[in-house]
T-cell receptor, first 110, second 113 residues
Framework: AQRVTQPEKLLSVFKGAPVELKCNYSYSGSPELFWYVQYSRQRLQLLLRHISRESIKGFTADLNKGETSFHLKKPFAQEEDSAMYYCALSGNQAGTALIFGKGTTLSVSS | EPEVTQTPSHQVTQMGQEVILRCVPI?????FYWYRQILGQKVEFLVSFYNNEISEKSEIFDDQFSVERPDGSNFTLKIRSTKLEDSAMYFC???????????FGPGTRLLVL
């Protein structure tokens, strides 16, 4: 079954602390993995995708096929990182659906 | 920067009524999607649309749902006879070639009474 699991509903950290948002997936085949972010009162927007291997706003995520994980990391959290983070996967066919996890709320306080 | 737009932002309707949710995808995009998020639950895929036909749909997308691209800009989701459990946030998304990023609209919050 195709599934994305984000085990933490809420992650609270202090400013400057490291952050790791966990994501595990189940998919038969080679999925594409994404992290989407939703800031307060804003739309869902792409943060990063595994094939681009970029660092966006200091966040990185490495696809670990052995552990079927795609954890999101940032070494030093900022207050403006507070948001809802969704891990998602899709197949690599054109126009295929995104399958989302339940999301993790990241709260960064000073 | 171009964005996906959705109207209305909120809609309240009575059970059994028909609703049409509207979306204007980004103009050079070819793939269109609807998702929904029931309060407190995950974002769920409903349907994808390409070349004027449905390319993929989920189990949620049953006969009460339909999609249409009535002109060159709008993409609509119709719910024929709304149920209480259709209350959710409905998101439209579009993508340029189906393999790249899906860009989401701000959503329409539907409340069925």
């Amino acid at each position: 079954a195709q599934r994305v699991t984000q085990p933490e509903k809420l992650l609270s950290v202090f400013k400057g602390a490291p952050v790791e948002l966990k994501c595990n997936y189940s998919y038969s085949g080679s999925p594409e993995l994404f992290w989407y972010v939703q800031y307060s009162r804003q739309r869902l927007q792409l943060l990063l995708r595994h094939i681009s291997r970029e660092s966006i706003k200091g966040f990185t995520a490495d696809l670990n096929k052995g552990e079927t994980s795609f954890h999101l990391k940032k070494p030093f959290a900022q207050e403006e990182d507070s948001a809802m983070y969704y891990c998602a996967l899709s197949g690599n066919q054109a126009g295929t659906a995104l399958i989302f996890g339940k999301g993790t709320t990241l709260s960064v306080s000073s | 920067e171009p964005e996906v737009t959705q109207t209305p932002s909120h809609q309240v309707t009575q059970m059994g009524q028909e609703v049409i949710l509207r979306c204007v995808p980004i103009s050079n995009h070819l793939y269109f999607y609807w998702y929904r998020q029931i309060l407190g639950q995950k974002v769920e895929f409903l349907v994808s649309f390409y070349n004027n036909e449905i390319s993929e749909k989920s189990e949620i997308f049953d006969d009460q749902f339909s999609v249409e691209r009535p002109d060159g800009s709008n993409f609509t989701l119709k719910i024929r006879s709304t149920k209480l459990e259709d209350s959710a946030m409905y998101f439209c998304a579009s993508g340029r070639d189906g393999r790249e990023t899906q860009y989401f609209g701000p959503g329409t919050r539907l409340l069925v009474l």
